[in-house]
């Protein structure tokens, strides 16, 4: 059940807000249950269990830290995803034939994270808006408009087409760049904020470019960051809760 705080902290001087997509505004984890239940049945495979999904998060999750130390492409991603999870479970299948149509039901996908458009208006109403994700451009754009959330952002922001994936600095110097582009008094990175459920690209993207951070957990049953990489601002398990801060 979400707490209510008595005491609000209000950060006067921020301008701009970053916010992630996937487990942040939208469901990944719900849409990745949704479609291994319904791929499996489409391909005549074994009937989905809820411990598969455990399997797929550890392998998928894997396989994105690679991204995000630059040990890994996404397209070498699409190529060895299913086959790593299909080895687990047992399971004898062509892993990139269930890729694309994996793929393909994530591009129809917009399942809301709870809260996530209240935050997003309140956002709006007090500063630029901008899109941080990891992940194909046109995808991830198309799933924002799906969700009729796109109309609330000001700039977007995603890897594949500015080259990197957070948590790179190279990311947030070209959108710190796009962002201050014509702009006569420049935004910096102690202004403005990042929100997202990813310690390792959010977090520590935005901790090592000197933004200030707000730590999407989730549920409160998720451990809580390690104090070695850096004092993130604010932790919070429910979205409605970053009005309490910002």
């Known amino acids: 059940m979400r707490q209510k705080r008595s005491n609000r ?31 499996f049945e489409h391909f005549g495979l074994k009937p989905y269990e809820p411990y598969m999904y455990d399997v797929f998060e550890k392998e998928n999750n894997a396989l994105w830290q690679k991204i995000e130390q630059g040990t890994l492409t996404f397209p070498q991603l699409q190529k060895v995803r ?28 917009a399942i809301e994270e709870p809260g996530a458009r209240e935050m997003l208006a309140y956002l709006k109403s007090k500063y630029l808006l901008c899109v941080a994700s990891n992940g194909p451009y046109e995808q991830q754009v198309h799933r924002l408009e799906l969700a009729d959330m796109g109309k609330y952002f000001d ?8 080259g990197v994936s957070k948590p790179a600095r190279e990311f947030f110097e070209t959108a710190f760049e796009q962002l201050n582009e014509n702009r006569t008094e420049k935004i910096s990175p102690a202004e ?11 977090m520590a993207g935005g901790l090592q470019y000197g933004m200030k951070t707000c730590y999407y ?3 409160s049953e998720r451990a809580m960051p390690d104090q070695k990489m850096g004092r993130i601002d604010f932790v919070i398990d429910y979205l409605d809760q970053v009005a309490d801060y910002i």
């Open 217 to 219: 957990r989730r549920n």
């Open 192 to 202: 403005t904020m990042i929100i997202g459920d990813s310690l390792t690209s959010d």
């Open 155 to 162: 700039y977007v922001f995603v890897s594949e087409k500015i």
């Open 9 to 39: 902290i209000i950060m006067m001087n921020l301008k701009a807000v970053f916010v992630d997509i996937d487990n942040t505004l939208l469901s990944f984890d719900e849409y990745v249950r949704q479609t291994m239940k319904s791929g």
């Open 82 to 109: 299913w086959n790593l999870v299909f080895e687990k479970l047992e399971i004898s299948f062509d892993g990139p034939v269930f890729e694309k149509y994996f793929r393909k039901a994530l591009h129809e996908s």
